[in-house]
């Protein structure tokens, strides 16, 4: 639905319409609140940039319906090699084993104009969702209840967007940021690479795992995409001019060093600066950042958008309950105080990544292989990718119980109606409580249910035999691998509040602590800015264990 040139209130503003904007914007569009979203560009761009995702960025795509175009758009990443000096192994990223506990593989590649267009498609059937592309933003202010944008179309004509709140999901050159005054931190990375993306006409040429190539001479990296994209990123020296670098021939030049050209035609090059930035400020009253308006990591984990879309799925449902009078508005501060420190130890691990592939020195990269390889062979190496993604380490969680902070597993599970699929599938996003046995759920108090009630909250039993059912406020349902019950028994545990972004609030093994768990939710959602900060459970210190590390 195109935008009027008069002034209306929406509940959020968007400016920018890429992934990370279009999947924001889908998130709140399904839950009826009402937006208005202003993008620069006319269309989408059509050639591969972001080539990877992984299994949380997924899990947020299948939320917004797209779960099934996704699983025939994706191809599995299948690991890495890391190459030293020599050619050998050095380090390895093994694929995690099945059964996944997100529900989908961990990592993998995609083509982002063919998901951009589905999330465009998806977003073009909201009623409550309008749209100004090829508008540019020209200025925004903001008082105690709403947010004022005003947007120029191409032809020349203003736009005046009045929104309750505003978000700003407009890249690297962000104007929202800049109209706020915010400032980027450099995390001290900053390095020219060349990005090549390819089409092979012999799909099974090369073998089907990423391959980093730590060499001094000329680091680079190959990722095999979907079906015949194939793609290489190769960093530029020093001294080497990046527009020049950039010229047909020398891309071709630079790629015949790391293959046999002759299968490949070229879909798109560019030359790109990798940095490592993260904003100093992601809210300002009724306006908040995400993605790479106030973080950019270097690609070197495959993090980058996925981060855009942790963002998007954090803010989404706080902004939600805020604006249905569920939560206080204070509760929008616990998006920048989780998501910024995850951010920084996603950016710190890239970095590493990074210095390993791209060292220069020939003394240092053989000192580099010798280390590598010998925390290779005595198995100190992490060979698995997700590991090094952190859990939330504060915010609105119960940060002392058990798994606080950690992603909630996402069995395969039979629904009541006899079909096979994913949890999430069968629930709102709202908060939800899960248990493995109906037992917990007589756990509630009368005034715990009630509240739960009030707030729209699900009850949910997990069991590995039985009938799946839905009676009595309680959605019971029969899972096909065991995952669920084997987490619920290696971290002895009777019952997860789990949060609609599918972190873990807290657990429990007693009536009493998920009663007062249920009661420190509630008092934590109207609470102000202090309680994400230091979030401390009303719960006695014996009950009290520390969560453990993602799955």
């Given at each position: ?32 609140l009402s937006i208005a979203v202003v993008e620069r560009a006319a269309g989408i761009y059509d050639k591969p940039r972001a080539i990877t995702l992984d299994h ?73 969702a309008e749209l100004a592309l090829a508008a540019t933003g020209m200025s925004l202010r903001q008082d105690d209840d709403a947010v004022m944008l005003t947007a ?400």
């Open positions: 639905m195109p935008l009027s040139a008069e002034p209306a209130t929406h509940d959020v503003a968007i400016v920018g319409l890429g992934p990370v904007g279009a999947i924001f914007a889908n998130l709140l569009a399904q839950e009826g949380e960025a997924l899990r947020v795509l299948q939320a917004i319906g797209l779960g099934a175009f996704m699983e025939q758009a994706i191809a599995p990443h299948n690991g890495s090699h890391y190459l030293g000096v020599d050619g050998e192994l050095i380090k390895i990223f093994d694929p995690m084993p099945p059964p996944f506990p997100l529900g989908w593989t961990p990592n993998v590649t995609f083509v982002q104009p063919e998901m951009e267009h589905a999330l465009r498609d998806r977003l073009a059937g909201s009623a409550n120029r179309r191409e032809s020349g004509e203003e736009l005046v967007i009045r929104a309750r709140y505003l978000v700003g999901c407009d890249g690297a050159n962000s104007f929202v940021r800049k109209q706020l005054g915010v400032g980027l931190e450099d995390l001290a990375f900053d390095e020219w690479w060349m990005v090549v993306d390819t089409l092979t006409s012999e799909p099974d040429k090369r073998p089907a795992k990423t391959f980093q190539y730590c060499w001094p001479g000329r680091p680079g990296t190959f990722v095999p995409g979907p079906r015949n994209l194939r793609r290489w990123e190769i960093k530029l020296l020093p001294g080497e001019d990046p527009e020049a670098a950039g010229a047909p021939d020398n891309v071709v030049k630079l790629l015949e060093g790391f293959t046999d050209i002759s299968d490949l035609t070229i879909w798109r090059s560019a030359v790109y600066r990798f940095h490592a930035l993260l904003g100093q400020r992601w809210r300002d009253r009724r306006v908040l950042l995400m993605g790479d308006a106030v973080h950019q990591t270097p690609p070197f984990l495959g993090q980058g958008l996925c981060a855009g879309i942790r963002d998007a799925a954090n803010l989404a449902w706080k902004l939600r309950m805020v604006l249905r009078g569920d939560a206080d508005d204070t509760l929008l501060d616990s998006y920048e105080i989780e998501r910024k420190p995850h951010v920084r130890a996603v950016v710190a691990s890239a970095k590493e990544f990074g210095k390993i592939i791209g060292e220069l020195d020939p003394v240092a990269a053989a000192a580099r292989d010798v280390r590598l390889r010998a925390d290779l062979k005595a198995g100190r190496a992490e060979t698995i990718r997700q590991k090094f993604i952190p859990d939330l380490a504060s915010g609105l969680i119960a940060s002392d119980a058990k798994l606080a902070g950690r992603l909630f597993v996402q069995p395969h599970v039979m629904a009541p109606d006899g079909s096979m699929g994913r949890l999430d599938d069968l629930l709102k996003p709202e908060f939800a409580i899960v248990a493995a046995a109906a037992t917990p759920m007589a756990w509630l108090s009368d005034a715990s249910r009630a509240a739960w009630r009030r707030l729209a909250g699900e009850r949910v039993v997990i069991t590995t035999s039985g009938e799946s059912a839905d009676a009595d406020g309680v959605l019971t349902v029969v899972e096909r691998d065991g995952l669920f019950a084997g987490w619920m028994r290696d971290n002895a545990v009777a019952a997860v509040i789990v949060r609609p972004d599918r972190y873990v609030f807290a657990a429990a093994d007693s009536a009493n602590e998920l009663n007062m768990l249920v009661e420190q939710l509630l008092q934590n959602l109207s609470a102000g800015r202090q309680s994400f900060q230091d979030v401390a459970l009303s719960v006695p210190p014996d009950q009290r264990t520390s969560g453990g590390n993602r799955e």
